[in-house]
């Protein structure tokens, strides 16, 4: 009886353990998808503020250097 009980214990608490490690993988599969996804978003605004940087520096006047005379 006693034997009994405690194989259905530890049965029920094997189910949690496989079920919480089938957690553990989707959120570890959650995490990487995104960030993956996420990555993907800084590289596209990476390359729009390298385009605005490049934008802003083909617009500037070229700085002249101005000589005065004593």
Do not use: W, Y
Request: one cysteine or more; hydrophobic letters at 40%; glycine letters at 2%.
């Amino acid at each position: 009886m006693v034997n009994a009980m405690l194989v259905n214990e530890f049965l029920k608490e094997h189910r949690k353990v496989q079920e919480q490690e089938a957690t553990i993988v989707q959120l570890k599969k959650d995490i990487e998808a995104t960030a993956t996804c996420q990555q993907k978003q800084i590289d596209v605004l990476t390359a729009g503020l390298q385009n605005v940087s490049d934008q802003l520096g083909l617009s500037r006047p070229v700085p002249q250097a101005v000589v005065r005379n004593p």
